[in-house]
Every structure is written in structure tokens, then in C-alpha cells.
């Protein structure tokens, strides 16, 4: 099957096909007569069979494909949508798997390919049906020929039982098999009991079989066969009993109906209880023959008849369920207006005719030449004893209840234009002026008396809303009079609108104008009902009640039934819907225009029978004996359109993201006015309101874009007259989302938005921790310029003066040679260690110095000779290394130099020689050497060791100067001194590298990885 076969062709969605134009062959008198041909919907003209499902769609095979009609639009099913070899379709046979089939019945090709009707209002070709009918027909197992399944009659080839057999099922578990001179009927596949008898034709009509001899003669068969009588209407046809005339049999297989046609008549055929078949005529004065008539359906319920012809096309007939009686004179005046009941049935009208029930037929004559003659056509008020009251401007005439004789003449003072016979026998008289009379009796006499001056002038309808007051429909619109008091008083709200009726009822006055629409008067509520939507009940004429609960209302474009109870709904509530079936000339109208503005208008007989004027002839029906033609049946979907691609006709739907439109073409089997087709479509989904918009004309749906996300396509069909009278039909379908719009996505955008905000937060953190470092910095700077200050001015100035004083006191002791020894050595060592403060106080102020300098002004680079640097500061720890019996030697390369600042490189090296000389026990080794091509100083002290954490920060590298300031602040480091010489060292870019060659030894090494 293959995925375009739901892709449907609508061969005619034009706008004629809602109307089609009326046959030009001779439509019988009861039928309204619908001809279509390829020039109005159908793809071809050979209609061969014809099939109802249980949805409504009526099928028809034709050589051009399988149709499908809605009774407004034809779909074809062919080659371009099914896989099919042939588009010419020569008939249906039933189904035969039972209640587990997927198709309800089959249309057959001429290449016995099997096309199924599914349960969607769709077809499809279906492959198992052959090998089910090998399953349930026992007598074709191992033939490989084409199904022996009977066929519709009189489609050819006709049946021929000697050249091979015929299967029929009758259900689930009866069949039956005729060939030869024989019928066999099973039963669950086992045989149970045989006629032996040859039959022209074999049938089923429903369940009951029947055969047809060469005779044309029914026998009714079963376990006991006997002749089948034929009854009812065709027996009343003179031809029937002629043999040269025989009835001509027509069957359907689908619906398993016979019919027989006779002298351009059909019959139905029924089967009795007691196996006759009684006949009843559907049709009359129609030839089959000069149409070439081939196939028939007929719908019971709607009483609708569909034919087939193999030429011509289709033909539909729809029974009229009104009559439009005319008088039939050339120069009768068949525009009516105003009516009255005359004994039970018959109707008088203003033009003096009558119109009287004989049997089945109504007659029309003219019975007042003086009404006829008198020319108006309005008002007509009838008294209690079915005399009336009748006339125009001054002249006014009671005339007996045919219309024939005047039984009294009055002469009015005022132009009369409206008459009103009120429920106590009293004549109201309006006029054109603002004068409303009555009369007064005596004797047999009338006179006109003037009762009442009105606010306003021209009254044209009266009626009683009760006892003390009238309804008066005036040029300007509805007055109030109150009959007691006189006062008169505008509806308001019917400010100059036209009346045209009143209807008084104990729910209150049902009012209908002229371009308004129509309402209801209760006390001093007035409810405006709502319009059709073509607004065709604007201009209301009359309203009649019939014994069912239903209103009847004409208009100028057809007529209207609508539940009472439904319109005081909307009364209470105007949100409560309103349903009003439409029905126009198809109905059995002349013209779909009525009349108004008269009284009386509508007329109820006694026997329920409704008389309504129009322009052309009364319209009579009873209301109580027509079905309505509702729209009940479902709705369907034919095909669903995603941009230019076609998709599956399914309940369940997977749009792509990024579709522009969806289009869903629907359709509901109605054989009725298309106007009565009133569907409504809501999508609902997330954050979507419920919202019921109309169908177009078209039956298509368009969907625009929209987000990603579930939804559901709920249509809905108004299908009758009572509450919530709805039928519906669903279409879920699901939009994935975009990769940016599903929930991973998102929740990625919240981490990131998170990571942002975080790293913002650390971003403008560390910028604010920059700036306090900033403003430390720039403290920090004041106070090392103030230390600086504060050392140069009161450490360093007193500390030479100190130096200064002891080297004179030095100098001093050392002229006198008799100064005792102690004292002479005393005052070396205090010098010595004056000048080791004062040196050691200029590197702390250097150290301090280059602190608070930039990185471009730290580094004063030159050649240093380590030698002598290493002599010079050795020099200041004599006196100490003396006085504590530790021996300084400096070994080594005398002529050695490195590129470094000497300054700096003297701190070093001074805390270092400080640091080994607290801690030496004899003697400190230093050594200036090149080793590896890199120079090298080394100290090492006999000390005792260093501690591991000391001697592992010593050790660690630092890529940058910037590093080690991150690290130098680390609190486990001690010692300011080794900080010092930690610092600079990174500074200067020397590897310092300490190690413990013997257990109490400590060595310190210099590298220089600077070169000039």
C-alpha cells in the first residue's frame, strides 16, 4: 500500500456542487431531481453501482476510478492515489471476514484488484480478500480464477449458473452456493439442506434468499421452498398482469435491496412474514430505459434514491416533504399573503380562493370573484363563527367564511390598514392616521368609533399581549397600549423597526420584523435571537408553532425550524447555542421567497397541517410526519497537507518543527442543504485557550505556525436540535522542539548563566581585591618611605655618629701602649660590631628601598667580582668570628665575576655568612668556582644541619618573580634573614640550592644563570 493512497483527489470542490443544477430530464412531481455528470463533479459517466457504508458516504463505480460522494462533493479514488492497475471499476462485493474486517465492503477492478472501503470514510487496496473468500467458500478452493461472488443486477455479464458456481453470504455463518439446477445453503461451512430447482436470477433480499425462474416468478427458499406472491403497489400498475410487459429486476449485493420496474415505475420489494414480497413504489414517471439505469440505492430512513446510469451519470432524489399548491389558471394570482381556516383543512385566501383536501390531492378554486376583484391581500380578521372582517381605507366588509356573500358594509372615516378580531369578538381597526377604532353593534348594525388617538401614526399589525394591553407594530417601530388607560408607549429597543408579526405565547410575544431579525417580548425584557449565518433571518415574516415543540419561521431566502426550548435557553442565557435547520427549494418550494407584513400569515390546521404563503403558491406540510434531515452523521478527515508534503490520514501526528502550515480537509456525509453544515475547530494545547472558530465553506482547516509542544484538533458538527447536540472529531499531534528549546538545552543555559554569574562575581571580585591592593600597596608605600625616612633620619645618623665616636676611641686606645689588652680588644670588637649594625642597617633600608621601587628600577646589573665581594663582607664578621673561635676562609677563583647587582648580591651574601656564622661551630667555607659552565658561590658551615622544611622551601624554584611574592607569603615560613636572601636570589635570578654533605655540615650554593 503505499503511503500516497490517503493523498486524495478532489475532483470537483467548486461551488456548484453545494447546489447542483436541476436535471434537465423530467422530474417526477414528489422528487426533487439532482443530475450530476463529469461537467459537475463525477470523474466519469458510466455509474455502474452504487453503495451506502455505515458512515453515509454513498461509493460509485465508474470506469475512472472508485467515487466517493458526501452529497456535496465527489473524491475519486484512482491510479494517481492507489495502487491500482486500472482505474475502471466494475462493480462491489461484500465483505466476508466477518466483525474482525478491516473494509466494510470492496470495490472490484477490472483486474480483480480489491479495493476496500475503510471504516475512515477512505479506501485502500486490500491483498487477503481473495485468500478469505478461498477460506469461507469451500467450492473454490484450488480454482484459481477470478471471486464467484454474486453481482449487483442487471449489471452484465448476467449470471449464468451452468458455466459456473455463485457464492453468496447471507452472515457470519450462512452461505450459500448456486450453480446448475441447484442451491446449496451452508452453515458454518457444512452443508444443510439443498433446492434443487434451476433460477434465472439467485438474490438476498436482507437475509432471505430468494430465486427468480425464467418466468420472472419469486420462490422464497429454505428447508421448506415456496412460491414467494407478489403484493402491494405494483399489482395496481395496468401493465403488471400483462405478459408482454414484464417487471424488470433490479438488486443491489451491497444493501441487498430488489426492486422491480415496471411501465416506468419502481417498486421496493419487502419480504412478509409469511415469505411473499409486498411491493411499494418509490418512483413514478421516470424512464429507465431512455437513462440507461444500471445500479440502485435506496435510503429508507431519508428516503433518498440514488441511480445509476452506464451514460448519463448520476441522478439523486430526494422525496419533497412540502407541497406547494397553486390554483392552476392562467390568470390566477398565485402570491399569497393573508390566510384563513376554513372547515378543518381547506384554506381561504385573500384573493377569494380556496383550497380543499381530496384524498391524497389538494384542489384550488376560485369560490369570491368580489375578494378577487377587491384586489388587497393583507388583512383578513376572522370571527368566532368563521365569518370575517375584510377591506382597505374607508371600505370595510364582513364576509360569510367563503368569502361569498357580504353580510355588512362599513363606511370608515379614517383609512383602515390593519384589522384585529381580539379573543372577546371585538374588531380593532388601525389606520393610516394615528387613529385606532372599534365598532359598536346594534341591531345588526356597525358603526366605527374612534377609541383611542395614538402617539404615532400608520399602524399596520395589531395583536393582544393580554388582557389591558395591545401590541401595535407602527411605522416607527412597536407601541404599547394599555386599553384601559389609553397611553401609548415605544418599545424602544424597536424604534422604527418594521413588524411583521406577533406570536403570543405564555412565555411572552414572539415578534418578527423586517431587516431586525426576530425576539421575544416578556413584560419589559426584550431578547434579540441570533441569525443564521447567512442572515437570512433577518428579514422574518411569521412564526407557527407545531405540536412537536418546534418553530417554523419564513423568510425571504427559504425556511427555518428551530426547538422552542432552545430559544428560551438563549432567552435565560445567550450563550447557549441555537440551531436552526434550513430548507429551500429542494424541499419542495416553488420559490424560496415568503410573504409577511399580513394577518393572519402562518396558519396550523386542525389536523397539524401548516399553510405558509410565498410568492408563488402556498406551501403546506405537516410537521408532525416529516423527519427532519439533521446533520448527524460523522466527520472525517480526507486529507492532511503539512506545507507541500502529503502526510498519513491518521489519529496521531508528528508535524516537523519547522512547517508553515497544516491543512486538514474534512468532510460529513449530508445529503441536506449544505447550509445546515455548521462546524466549528478548536486547537488546544499548553497555554492555549479554548476558542471554537467556524469552518469555511471549503471544509478546510488551516493551521499557521505554531510553538513546539502537544496538541489536540478538536472538530465539532452541530448534529440536531437539543442541548449540546454535538458531534466531534479529534487530531492529536506533536511539534518536537528545536535543539536550542529542549530541556537539556535549557538546563545548560542555566549552568552557563550560573558559570557567567560566577565568574563575574570573581571577576569583579578579585578587580576589587586588586584595588585594595592598590590603595595597600600605596599605604604600604608611605610607611616603607616613612621607615626610610625614620631609619636615615634616627637609626642610621646616630649609628654613624656611634661608628664614628668608637673609631676615635679605637684609634685613641691603640696610640697608648700601655692601655691594658682587655680594654684594647674590647673596643675592636665594639667597632667591629658598630660597623656590621651600620652595614647590616644599609641593607635592611636597601632591601626596603627596592620594595617600593618598579620592576624596571629594582636591578642595577654589572660585573661583580665575587672574590673581593665575598672578602669585603667576610671583613665585617671578623671581630664576631673571632670572638666566638669560628675561622672565615674564602677560597677559590679570585678573578671570577658575575653579572648581577652588587649591591643586592652583598645582602646576600651578608645573610648568609650571618646565618652560617650563628650556627657554625669552627669554621665557615666559602668558594667562588665555575663548574658545568655555570658559576657558583658556595658557604657551607659546619653548623649542625638545617631543618628539612627549611632546607625544601630553600630548594623550591619559581618561574617568575611574581610567583614567589604569591608564595613568600605563606605563614610557615621563618627567618627574615633566609626570606631576604630568598627573595633577592629570585629577584636576581640566582638557583639557591642548599644540601647536607656530612650530618653536621650545611652547604649553600649559588648559581648564576644570568649572563652578560
Known sequence: MRSALFQIVLICLCGFLTCPARSQEHAPQEYWLQHFTDDNGLPQNSVKAIAQDKNGFIWLTTEDGLVRFDGHRFITFDRSVIPVLTNRIRGFVPSIAGGQARHEFYALSERNEYIGVLANGLASVDTTFYEDYLNRNPRARGDNGPNTMLASIPVPPLPNPFAKHYFVAADNQTHYIWE???????????????????????????????????????????????????????????????????????????SRQAFLYLNNCLYLLNPTGNGNLDTKMILSDFDFDNLYIAAIYFDEQSRFLFLGSTTKGLFLLKRKNFQTHKLPSDNADNVYYAQLPVRGRAVLTAQGYIFSPDGTDVTAKKVSSFMEKFGYKFAMAQNWDST???????????????????????????????????????????????????????????TPRRKFTLASKGVMIIDRENADTLLLGMSTGLYRLNTRTGISRLVTSLDNATIRSFYTTPEGTWITTYGSGFYLLNQNKLVRFPLDKDRFLATSHCIVEDRNGFFWITTNRGLFQVAKKRLLDYAVDNRKPVFYLYYDKQGGF????????????????????????????LVWFKPETNSPELPDKGIFINAIREDDRELVVQEKLKISRDFEQLRFTIATPYMGNSRNIQMQYSLSGEGRAEKWTPVN????????????????????????????DYIYKTVRFHIPPAWYETWWFKVLMVLAMAGLFFVSVRLRSARLVKKEREANMI??????????????????????????????????VHKHVATDPLIVRMSDETLSTSQRLNTLTKNILDYIKLQSRSPSERLHLADVNTYQLVSTVSELFAGIAIHREVTITNTGDQTLTVFSDPNLLSIIIHNLIDNALKMSQSQIKISSHTAGGLKRITIEDDGGGMPQNMLHWLNKNYKSYEDWLHASQNPDQKGIGLVIVKDLCVLLGIEISVSLPTEKNTAVVLTFTIEK
Open 388 to 446: 370575517f372582517w375584510f377591506g382597505i381605507g374607508s371600505n370595510l366588509y364582513k364576509l360569510d367564511q367563503t368569502g361569498q356573500k357580504i353580510l355588512a358594509y362599513v363606511k370608515m372615516p379614517d383609512s383602515a390598514s390593519s384589522l384585529y378580531v381580539d379573543p372577546t369578538g371585538r374588531l380593532w381597526i388601525g389606520c393610516d392616521s394615528n387613529a385606532l377604532y372599534i365598532l359598536d353593534e346594534s341591531k345588526g348594525k356597525y
Open 697 to 724: 465553506a471549503d471544509l478546510i482547516i488551516p493551521i499557521s505556525k505554531v510553538p513546539y509542544g502537544d496538541y489536540v484538533l478538536t472538530i465539532r458538527k452541530v448534529s440536531g436540535f437539543k442541548a449540546n
Open 779 to 812: 599605604r604600604h608605600y608611605r610607611v616603607l618611605s616613612q621607615i626610610i625616612a625614620a631609619v636615615n633620619h634616627d637609626i642610621q645618623t646616630p649609628l654613624h655618629y656611634i661608628g664614628f665616636s668608637l673609631k676615635q676611641f679605637n684609634t685613641f
Open 180 to 254: 446448475e439446477d441447484r442451491v446449496v445453503c451452508f452453515q458454518f461451512g457444512k452443508p444443510v439442506f439443498t433446492i434443487n430447482k434451476s433460477f434465472r436470477n439467485f438474490i438476498l433480499i436482507g437475509k432471505k434468499p430468494y430465486g427468480v425462474d425464467s418466468s420472472g416468478n419469486f420462490k422464497a427458499i429454505g428447508k421448506i421452498s415456496r412460491d414467494a406472491d407478489i403484493t402491494g403497489d405494483i399489482t395496481l400498475n395496468p401493465h403488471y398482469h400483462t405478459k408482454t410487459n414484464r417487471p424488470r429486476l433490479f438488486w443491489n449485493n451491497i
Open 590 to 617: 416553488e420559490t424560496n421567497e415568503f410573504n409577511g407584513g399580513c394577518q393572519p400569515c402562518a396558519l396550523a390546521l386542525a389536523d397539524g397541517t401548516v399553510s405558509l404563503p410565498s410568492m408563488d403558491g
